[in-house]
């Protein structure tokens, strides 16, 4: 009898485990949603939790708007506005009689803050050509920049780099905004020619950021571990350097080795 009953305990068991583990798959199963399943949002229905908040910051006494002694920026009506526009009354809401040439009691001022309307203007550079008494042909130059019988103006080219280099639009990107605000068609080589023209005229520019690198190399800091040079990518040692004469430590604590002329000379790649 006792052999009989323990052998009925253990099935007992087995069975308890059983239904504890199905319980459990379907406890995980109603508690599956979007955010812990494959499951779409669509699927969670009305039990769809409240967004969590995507601000930490916690309510202060602090009114909205900018603080006290901050110079704010806002608009204000001119003295003399570019353009005055004087809009009559219809006839009187009492009566309705006429009221041309009736007596003025009172004059609103209201001011409106507009760009005017932006169309791209051409203008034509005509080079003329006369013969002198002697013969001799001589022929005007033509202003600086107008090189070619088409071509786009400097303000335009500003334009272009702006968007482009300044806020990192694309060619294709630069070239639909063009379009549509200026109503002006630019291919994206354009916009590359452009852009590359008034790169070279940074030469000067570049040549002096150069040599104010050069003079505090002392306290440069390379984060990259290589760089382009004469057209190869060469590897730099990374280093941080504390400002200082030379000799100085590193962060690491080693000793610069003075036998070195240039601690940032890129090296061979292996």
Do not use: W
């Amino acid at each position: 009898m006792v052999v009989s009953l323990r052998e009925e305990l253990i099935e007992t068991r087995a069975e308890l485990q059983r239904a504890l583990t199905r319980i459990a798959e379907l406890e995980a199963r109603l508690a599956a949603n979007s955010g812990n399943s494959s499951r779409p949002p669509s699927s969670d229905g009305l039990a769809k939790a409240a967004p969590k908040p995507r601000s930490l910051r916690k309510k202060t006494d602090r009114k909205p708007g900018g603080r006290h002694g901050h110079d704010g920026t806002t608009l204000r009506q001119v003295a003399k506005p570019q353009h005055e526009i004087a809009h009559e009354p219809g006839p009187c809401t009492g009566c309705g009689c006429p009221l041309s040439g009736r007596p003025i009691t009172a004059v609103e001022r209201r001011q409106q803050f507009d760009l005017p309307p932006i169309c791209i203007e051409v203008t034509g550079h005509q080079p003329v050509e006369r013969e002198c008494v002697c013969g001799q042909r001589t022929r005007a130059q033509a202003p600086a920049g107008v090189d070619a019988p088409v071509q786009y103006g400097p303000r335009i080219a500003a334009i272009v780099v702006y968007l482009h280099v300044g806020q990192f639009r694309s060619k294709k990107r630069t070239a639909q905004a063009l379009a549509q605000l200026f109503g002006t068609p630019l291919p994206g080589g354009t916009v590359a020619s452009l852009t590359d023209r008034a790169a070279r005229r940074l030469d000067g520019f570049s040549g002096q950021v150069r040599d104010k690198l050069t003079a505090c190399e002392h306290q440069l800091c390379l984060r990259s571990r290589a760089a382009g040079v004469a057209g190869r990518l060469r590897q730099c040692p990374r280093r941080r350097m504390v400002p200082g004469r030379p000799g100085h430590r590193h962060v690491g604590g080693h000793a610069d080795p003075p036998q070195r002329r240039d601690r940032h000379a890129p090296r061979q790649r292996r």
